[in-house]
């Protein structure tokens, strides 16, 4: 693990663990950001994290690691170490991806590595290709991500400027909810 050189967390940990299992697909994750005020497009994920009572750092890693989820033995809670040298974006990403392993996988497995995601486009990882669907479903839901679309929204870099992603992650969502083409 690389050097600690930031961190970002408030101690506004309302929800008790029992209760995120209710959270375990995208569209109830998403549903209760909005209910909790914290914004959903762009995904606010820093506060959705704290809300979910998980701890942020940012730290020095090399260029292909993306983060980790690491469940703290001394503290019995969960932080994601996000690395800080790449694009915001690419950092919203990893965030998600890391609440996605918070959310389907805890039960597995204390300690979640994560390289690079979508520079091949698929994973042959079952637990990544669900941490990658979870966090694109809730970075860029399906029934915003249509409504931008039907409004008129077609260039990639626009959408992905909206959602707050890389257009990579984009063109990769739009084509998984049956959309292609350079514009949408």
């Not at 750092?57 to 001394?74: Q, R, T, V």
């Not at 992905?160 to 949408?184: D, E, P, Y």
Request: neutral net charge; glycine residues 6%.
């Amino acid at each position: 693990m690389g050097i600690i050189r930031e961190k970002c967390f408030a101690p506004d940990c309302s929800i008790a663990s029992s209760n995120i299992d209710l959270y375990d697909t995208p569209e109830k994750l998403f549903a209760f950001a909005s209910s909790q005020g914290i914004p959903t497009v762009p995904l606010d994920v820093e506060k959705l994290a704290n809300k979910m009572g998980i701890k942020i750092e940012y730290a020095d890693f090399p260029n292909d690691l993306s983060g980790e989820l690491i469940k703290d033995p001394a503290t019995n809670h969960w932080v994601i170490y996000v690395n800080k040298n790449h694009h915001i974006n690419r950092q919203r990403y990893t965030i998600a991806h890391e609440i996605a392993h918070f959310c389907q996988h805890r039960h597995l497995k204390y300690r979640f590595e994560d390289e690079i995601f979508f520079r091949g486009g698929e994973s042959y990882d079952k637990e990544e290709t669900e941490a990658n669907n979870f966090a694109s479903s809730i970075l860029m839901p399906e029934q915003e991500f249509k409504t931008k679309v039907r409004s008129g929204i077609r260039k990639i870099e626009e959408l992905a400027g909206i959602f707050k992603v890389s257009t990579l992650a984009l063109r990769i969502r739009a084509k998984n909810l049956g959309m292609s083409g350079h514009g949408l």
